[in-house]
């Protein structure tokens, strides 16, 4: 994979179906400063004459734009897959509101009694709370239901259901002259949170009536209920009044929310809504007033309509079959498809008349093969191949002027009513969920994952002081950027080099013109345009590189350079511009910018390691006479220890693998393990790398990670602050932070890990591996690395976690001494004969040595098998 892929393949997220700009974007003309151009065999070309004339101008045909292997459309996610599965229940069904409820407990609950005067009180109390109005909420989860068929008008009550061992605050709803209190079902989660905690404390007893009867069984039941009984055991009425008329209120605030999304919404319906009142609510400074009535009128239309809305919307597509649009909530798809198509949120093809050449392209991909064979048939056209894209291809191929409207007869016949998500719709939402979750990665997939307690997220204060994008230009901009990156992304996959440099230059000329308002919170620079046209210029870059266009990386390396003063990005980029101009045959001015870059402050870790290597090779005499002041810490000589192992393979390029100890295969890593923990001193270990660190780091620093910082936290979904990878993380709360590394060096690590890790066990933070390590290795590490070396290393990530949070050494190994309570770690890097440690490695190695760690280097070198 190119450099950079990775990075821009996270930035992007879900692939959209459809890019508003991309023909505006591929035919207006660009200034095109690297002067390529693509020949017809897919080869870069220069247009101006300016080739180097050594070897590293040559253009290689067997050279691939990128791998392979080719990219979906769209991310899987797990929302989605309930949709394309037709056996299995969906996964959706699991988190209906009722999907938290549990009825094989035994359902008896037995209510106290108190003093009728303290009773009066607190009905007095209600009453002045509500103003006499009973609560209106619903019954749901009637699938754990003892009866089946439901009366209007008839008497119910509330019982309390502890025992549910999915939810502890369960409320269940009876008959109320039921003698074996036959369970309805129970009232919404949302509401038993807040009313269980009233029932336990003050025994109170609700009575009601069934309102209404829907047609389905899976739909929620309106019911009215009023607090008939109350009691107190050993409460004062003042305590009483001061207590429950808060715990009252949060009930009703609740109740009136439910009005607005009401339980018979199914739960997936529910969180788009949220999303989307969310998002108009922080930010309708970014909506036009078309837009913004056109997701305001979303909750208006009918509760099928909106059901198969987000159904089709989290589903690949683009276009559907009507017939194969089936789910067991939507009672008439057909008419809300029609309705969602009035209103603009679908649009539907069933006349020939209206399939163009491109909607053709789109919707012939809903053909089986079988159908693709009768149509070829029918119009004798023979196949290049029998597998479906061959089919498609000669199906194409066939559409021309004196067959174009028999060929989209033919296809709808087959296909039926066609429908997919408008462009405007696609768009908005695409919108909505980029602002929801401030990343392409999450989707209402979250949702789900929140709800079904896959993922619990932490705790912390939300605040939107300060809105990302200031005004509807910069979203716009920043929308096109990544458009262009997305571009990007596919062309490469598709190797479709003329398109790639149609990119760069877009990216250049957008990121020459921009200036970053660094007086910002730095976390927020990610958000604007040139930050991802910056993405798409490296990955240019690297794309150049693999050609061996090195005169054109450069100039967009020193580009990026002048663009970019202060981004932490800025060592890769040096590096890459010292070592292009190497390639090029230009040493003197590759040592130049290697001195320079040594100067810049924001050059730090394996970037600055590699920078002062690349000075030390090529700074000898005559070009430098002095060495430099850092030559004796590169020099440094890192303990090193050699064994060797049985190899099962010694081919370049493959990962070795060896027999261990006790006969099975196994990695480097393992047989490294093995080693130290025979001859090799007796010591416990694991292979960690970065991951235990990051771990220790989050619990050590929980707090501190979560603390009430404005701006930093604006969605519920964040497993870190948006600055965490800035330098603004540290300076922000340098007092806080370094009070708690005062307290680690005095040795209460081991005391703040436990508790943090009892804690927040299973919660979702940036690094933390909770199914990695057990508290054990946790403790067992930070009591023999000792709390001095602990602060040292958390002090460099809180300082500049985006440069330190990777490169660490392979293992992590600890012995206690007889006494049990005192021990000694060791940091091992583990290397095979063919490898060799990465600068950012190096850097950890040197950085651990200076703070009083034992590092060692171990490298196993193989003993070939003879091949017989």
């Given amino acids: 994979m190119l450099t950079g892929k990775e990075s821009l393949l996270r930035l992007i997220g879900k692939r959209r179906r459809t890019l508003p700009n991309r023909h505006h974007l591929l035919s207006v003309s660009t200034p095109n400063p690297l002067n390529l151009d693509v020949n017809n065999h897919g080869n870069l070309i220069s247009v101006a004459g300016d080739d180097l004339p050594d070897d590293s101008s040559k253009i290689s045909d067997d050279l691939s734009v990128s791998s392979k292997k080719k990219r979906k459309l769209t991310q899987t996610t797990l929302l989605q897959s309930s949709f394309l599965s037709g056996t299995k229940q969906p996964i959706l069904d699991l988190v209906e509101p009722s999907d938290s409820l549990c009825c094989n407990v035994d359902d008896d609950v037995s209510c106290s009694t108190s003093s009728e005067e303290v009773s009066k009180n607190i009905v007095s109390l209600v009453e002045a709370s509500n103003g006499d109005e009973v609560i209106e909420t619903f019954i749901v989860g009637r699938k754990f239901s ?163 809305f987000i159904r089709l919307y989290t589903r690949k597509g683009p276009w559907f079959r009507l017939s194969n649009i089936l789910y067991p909530e939507v009672s008439d798809s057909l008419q ?29 991909e809903l053909l089986n093969v079988t159908e693709l064979r009768d149509i070829l048939s029918m119009n004798k056209v023979s196949s290049r191949g029998s597998r479906k894209r061959d089919l498609i291809n000669s199906l194409c191929s066939c559409y021309n002027d004196g067959t174009r409207l028999n060929l989209a007869t033919m296809i709808l016949e087959r296909t039926g009513l066609c429908a997919k998500i408008s462009s405007t719709a696609e768009s908005l939402i695409w919108r909505v969920e980029r602002l929801f979750f401030l990343n392409g990665e999450q989707d209402l997939s979250s949702f789900v994952l929140l709800d079904l307690g896959i993922i619990k997220y932490p705790s912390y204060n939300c605040t939107d002081s300060e809105h990302m994008f ?36 877009i990216a250049e000329t957008h990121i020459s013109s921009c200036s970053l308002d660094f007086a910002r919170v730095a976390a927020f620079n990610c958000f604007t345009a040139p930050w991802v046209y910056s993405k798409v210029v490296l990955l240019g870059v690297s794309f150049l590189e693999n050609h061996k266009r090195y005169n054109h990386a450069v100039n967009l390396l020193r580009r990026l350079l002048s663009c970019f003063s202060c981004d932490g990005r800025r060592g890769y980029w040096t590096v890459r511009l010292s070592t292009d101009l190497e390639h090029m045959g230009r040493p003197n001015e590759s040592l130049s910018v290697a001195e320079q870059g040594l100067l810049d402050p924001w050059v730090r870790a394996g970037s600055r390691i590699a920078l002062q290597r690349r000075i030390l090779r090529l700074a000898k005499p005559p070009r430098r006479w002095k060495a430099p002041t850092f030559a004796n810490l590169i020099k440094n000589k890192i303990p090193e220890v050699t064994i060797q192992g049985r190899s099962l393979n010694c081919e370049i390029g493959m990962k070795n693998r060896f027999y261990g100890e006790d006969g099975d295969q196994c990695g480097v890593e393992q047989l490294a393990l093995q080693y130290y923990s025979g001859e090799g001193g007796g010591w416990k270990g694991i292979h960690t790398e970065s991951s235990i660190w990051l771990t220790i780091f989050g619990l050590l620093m929980w707090d501190i990670l979560f603390s009430d910082v404005p701006g930093v936290f604006q969605t519920r979904f964040q497993t870190a602050p948006l600055d965490l990878e800035t330098e603004s993380f540290y300076l922000t709360r340098k007092e806080t932070i370094e009070s708690q590394l005062e307290k680690v060096a005095n040795g209460m690590a081991e005391e703040i890990l436990i508790i943090s890790y009892e804690t927040h066990r299973g919660t979702a933070c940036r690094g933390m591996a909770w199914e990695r390590f057990s508290l054990e290795e946790l403790r067992a590490a930070v009591a023999c690395i000792g709390g001095q070396c602990v602060a040292s290393l958390c002090r460099h990530l809180a300082q500049d976690y985006r440069s330190w949070c990777s490169g660490m050494p392979d293992l992590l190994l600890w012995r206690f001494k007889e006494n049990g309570y005192e021990g000694e770690a060791k940091l091992v890097e583990v290397k095979s004969e063919r490898d060799r440690l990465s600068e950012q490695q190096r850097a950890w190695l040197l950085l651990l040595m200076d703070s009083g760690f034992n590092v060692e280097i171990c490298k196993v070198r193989p003993a070939c098998l003879i091949k017989t």
């Avoid at 008329?245 to 439910?258: C, D, I, M, S």
């Avoid at 809300?336 to 020939?352: C, H, N, P, Q, W």
């Avoid at 990156?485 to 190797?495: I, W």
């Fill in 146 to 308: 003892d009866v089946q068929g439901l009366e209007i008008g008839a008497s119910i009550c509330l019982l309390r259901h502890p025992e549910n061992v999915k939810d502890r605050n369960a409320i269940k709803v009876v008959y109320a002259d039921s003698g074996i209190s036959e369970m309805l079902g129970y009232i919404p989660k949302d509401v038993s949170q807040c009313l269980s905690s009233l029932i336990d404390k003050y025994d109170l007893k609700f009575e009601g009536t069934i309102t209404s009867v829907p047609k389905h069984s899976f739909e929620a039941v309106p019911i009215k209920v009023v607090c008939h009984k109350m009691t107190s055991d050993g409460w004062s009425e003042c305590e009483f009044a001061g207590d429950f008329k808060p715990l009252w209120e949060k009930v009703l605030q609740v109740v009136e929310h439910q009005k607005q999304f009401p339980p018979k919404t199914t739960r997936y319906q529910l969180n788009f809504n949220v999303l989307v009142q969310e998002v108009l609510r922080s930010c309708s400074h970014l909506f036009t007033a078309d837009e913004k009535a056109f997701l305001e009128s979303y909750p208006s239309l009918s509760e099928d309509s909106q059901r198969l």
């Fill in 470 to 505: 200031s005004n509807r230009t910069q979203l716009l901009a920043y929308e096109e950027a990544i458009e262009v990156a997305q571009l990007m992304d596919e062309s490469l996959d598709n190797e479709d080099s003329r398109t790639v440099l149609k990119c760069v230059m």
């Fill in 336 to 364: 809300a498809l029609k309705d969602l198509t009035v209103r603009g949120f679908m649009t539907s093809v069933e006349d020939a008349n209206e399939l163009g050449y491109e909607k053709m392209k789109e919707i012939i």
